[in-house]
């Protein structure tokens, strides 16, 4: 069978032995520093690979926004005082990585290079620019200062440098945390097979990760302080595993503005779930099902939904027509949804009780376990529902996960009624979230103030960078030709 032209080998040009890893990288994340060879404007692979360029702009088609908060409101008051609870969309495809990035309100307005909430690291998976700058001025250089300073030069959407190697072709791990992120874990990886490249490739965007403080002198002597992207895999990739790395080392993301609880956020841990389910064990790869042969046989660049074309992916292996795997897999997501209401209606219910329980007059010490236990709850929730397609890739693990979760929360609702009647409250009932306005405001988040300095960012800063990184060089002009410009708020 012809399959994957162009990911042809096994690819060990970047990965080798894990052993080497360390040795290249260094304790330092400098970086090679120089003239990078990453050919990061996609329309540069064009040329030679016209067909694998018009699939791989098919990912524009995935161009519909889905307000999840909106859809499931109780999610703001779960991310109450984080960037999520003012906006999250469902996933598109990968021509709108980064567009999506800019336009969400979660990356803020910045008006300069130094402006804005977020730190450099938000870039890192939505570009090859992204290695490309790394090569060029350092690693740790890379991971310094805020999110704008590099908008004129981040600007290439998820493509072809993300999974090849410029020079060869060949699949490689284009970065250095994933590199990293697999040499501690306890899983050995000192040989990749064809198969597991056709997956980690996809795990340098599709994981879980944290952004770990790291100081550094620069050039000029002078002390800088790096945020890099760091992989919590040294316990193992269940959730379990990843919560007690980073109880370990005390960290949260960001503190509750409600409950007060030191909360973690779950990115996207897809390949730490499909590591646990029957397709990895089966040896079936992300590319399998999203990447699938095409009439012709060659790889199928539109990654997407395997749904949307169960015929060339599932249909492959499953002894099965295609309205039947439709149902089964209908079965598999209702289940997983009707575990999520239960339990981000059990937490989101159980932030709001503790704020009520500070404002009876409850005392930290009062509170020490309701707020691990919401910390705690909440991961385990965010853990299943962050990986999306985690209903199919391990449909039985993330069933169990949110199990955790609603009873861990249910055991904080339990804790704070008795510290609610210790302080004279009787039958709370928690105040009205149903609807992402309701909830949003109980979340304090100020959505029209959001949006007006997002449209501003929009038509100047954000022009701005376009203008630059064409003149430049950087971006290719007709790089977004076709794309929709949607987004979840009004422009």
Not at 56 to 71: A, F, Q, Y
Not at 223 to 245: C, H, I, N, R
Not at 381 to 403: C, F, K, N, Q, T
Request: charge should be negative; hydrophobic fraction near 35%.
């Amino acid at each position: 069978m012809k399959k994957y032209a162009l990911l042809l080998g096994v690819s060990l040009i970047a990965l080798m032995a894990l052993g080497m890893f360390s040795s290249a990288i260094g304790d330092s994340h400098g970086g090679t520093k120089g003239k990078s060879a990453v050919k990061a404007k996609n329309e540069d692979w064009k040329a030679e690979f016209p067909d694998y360029y018009e699939s791989w702009r098919g990912t524009s088609k995935s161009d519909e926004i889905v307000d999840m908060l909106k859809k499931n409101p109780q999610m703001v008051i779960l991310w109450a005082g984080y960037g999520f609870a003012k906006d999250y969309n469902k996933a598109r495809g990968h021509m709108y990585g980064l567009v999506s990035n800019v336009n969400s309100l979660r990356t803020g307005a910045p008006t300069g290079p130094t402006d804005g909430p977020m730190p450099t690291a938000c870039w890192t998976c939505k570009s090859p620019d992204v290695q490309r700058v790394i090569d060029e001025d350092g690693e740790n250089e890379y991971f310094t200062g805020k999110w704008a300073r590099l908008g004129d030069q981040i600007v290439n959407t998820i493509g072809c440098a993300d999974c090849h190697d410029s020079e060869s072709y060949e699949l490689t791990i284009s970065r250095d945390y994933l590199a990293r992120g697999l040499e501690a874990s306890p899983v050995d990886y000192s040989k990749v097979d064809d198969t597991q490249m056709h997956s980690l490739v996809c795990a340098g965007c599709h994981v879980e990760y944290y952004f770990k403080a790291t100081e550094y002198k620069d050039t000029a002597g002078a002390d800088q302080k790096a945020m890099v992207v760091t992989l919590p895999w040294s316990e193992g990739f269940l959730a379990e595993e990843a919560e007690a790395y980073y109880d370990g080392i005390d960290f949260a993301d960001w503190t509750h503005s409600i409950s007060k609880a030191p909360m973690l956020k779950a990115q996207h841990p897809d390949y730490e779930l499909y590591t646990t389910g029957l397709h990895f064990k089966r040896g079936v790869s992300c590319a399998d099902c999203h990447m699938p042969e095409t009439a012709d046989g060659e790889a199928d660049h539109a990654v997407s939904n395997p749904m949307t074309n169960i015929k060339n992916s599932c249909l492959n292996c499953h002894d099965a027509t295609e309205e039947e795997l439709k149902a089964t897999l209908e079965i598999k997501y209702n289940r997983r949804e009707q575990l999520n209401q239960m339990a981000m209606n059990t937490l989101a219910t159980a932030h709001l009780e503790a704020g009520k329980a500070w404002e009876a007059g409850a005392t930290e010490a009062e509170m020490a376990e309701v707020l691990q236990l919401l910390r705690s709850g909440q991961w385990f929730w965010d853990y299943a529902i962050a990986s999306h397609g985690g209903y199919i890739h391990a449909p039985e693990e993330s069933l169990r996960v949110l199990g955790v979760a609603i009873n861990k929360g249910s055991d904080a609702r339990i804790k704070l009624a008795g510290i609610l009647a210790k302080h004279g409250v009787m039958n709370y009932e928690a105040p009205d979230y149903s609807t992402k306005e309701k909830a949003q405001a109980l979340a304090g988040v100020d959505l029209e103030k959001e949006i007006k300095a997002k449209i501003q960012f929009r038509n100047t800063l954000f022009k701005e960078w376009t203008e630059s990184a064409i003149k430049n060089g950087y971006l290719d002009p007709d790089a977004r030709k076709g794309m929709t410009d949607n987004t979840s708020y009004p422009k």
